[in-house]
């Protein structure tokens, strides 16, 4: 089955400008959750949703923020840009059921800001 | 979550069993011990995971020690492919949270 699915794979932004990043989770995978990654603080946690309702959040400003849809899709948005966002953003899907937490994740989106 | 402690990097011949340890000495009694990798550039890859008793796919082997504080991630027959940082992480499973706490975790290097 296909795995989770992120678009765009690549992007490149200016200061100021927001951005929209696309999850499609793994068919019948109700948990998306959002990581950043960067060189300096690796792997962090930014949003889980499950059941389109945001049920855990990091540690990040609010200019970071998600959503999912009823067919469990997610988005992130980051608004106001700053060179500092530059990173892998990526993608984990999983059941969200008790002992199948399992995540699974895309490839990621690689955001440059400049 | 638990903290998990891992050294910063190891590596071991190709076709040869790597041995990757974590130490979690305080981890909770409904704490699993999940096992990740991610490969340069590729999102992190679920490995395994188990509560008490060893654990086997066709992956790796999980050993956890009987206290719980330690455990070993087991790579029978490591390939070059192998080649990743695997990070050791201790969580409730399931519940209303599915957050994965990552530390820098370990650098293995297969060698031809």
């Known amino acids: 089955k296909a795995g989770v699915t992120q678009t765009p794979r690549y992007l490149i932004k200016t200061r100021g400008q927001q951005v929209t990043l696309s999850c499609s989770p793994i068919?019948?995978?109700?948990?998306v959750s959002w990581y950043q990654q960067t060189p300096g603080q690796g792997l962090q946690f930014l949003f889980e949703?499950?059941?389109?309702?945001?049920?855990n959040k990091g540690n990040f400003p609010g200019r970071f923020s998600g959503r999912q849809f009823s067919n469990s899709r997610s988005e992130m948005n980051v608004s106001t840009l700053e060179l500092g966002d530059s990173a892998l953003y990526l993608c984990?899907?999983?059941?969200?059921?008790?002992?199948?937490?399992?995540?699974?994740f895309g490839q990621g989106t690689r955001l440059t800001v400049v | 979550d638990a903290k998990t402690t891992q050294p910063p990097s190891m590596d071991c011949a190709e076709g040869r069993a790597a041995n990757l340890p974590c130490n979690h000495s305080?981890?909770?009694?409904?704490?699993?011990v999940y096992w990740y990798r991610q490969i340069h550039s590729q999102g992190p890859q679920y490995i395994i995971h188990?509560?008490?008793n060893n654990e086997t796919n066709e992956m790796a082997s999980l050993i956890i020690t009987e206290d719980r504080k330690s455990s070993t991630l087991i790579l029978p027959h490591a390939t070059l492919r192998d080649t990743a940082v695997y990070y050791c992480?201790?969580?409730?499973?399931?519940?209303?949270?599915?957050?994965?706490?990552f530390g820098k975790g370990i650098t293995l290097s297969v060698r031809p």
């Open positions: 949703y499950f059941s389109e309702t945001q049920r």
């Open positions: 992480i201790v969580r409730v499973a399931g519940g209303a949270n599915s957050k994965l706490t």
């Open positions: 188990g509560l008490k």
């Open positions: 305080t981890i909770s009694g409904n704490e699993y």
């Open positions: 984990a899907s999983s059941l969200g059921q008790f002992n199948r937490a399992e995540a699974f």
């Open positions: 068919s019948g995978h109700r948990s």
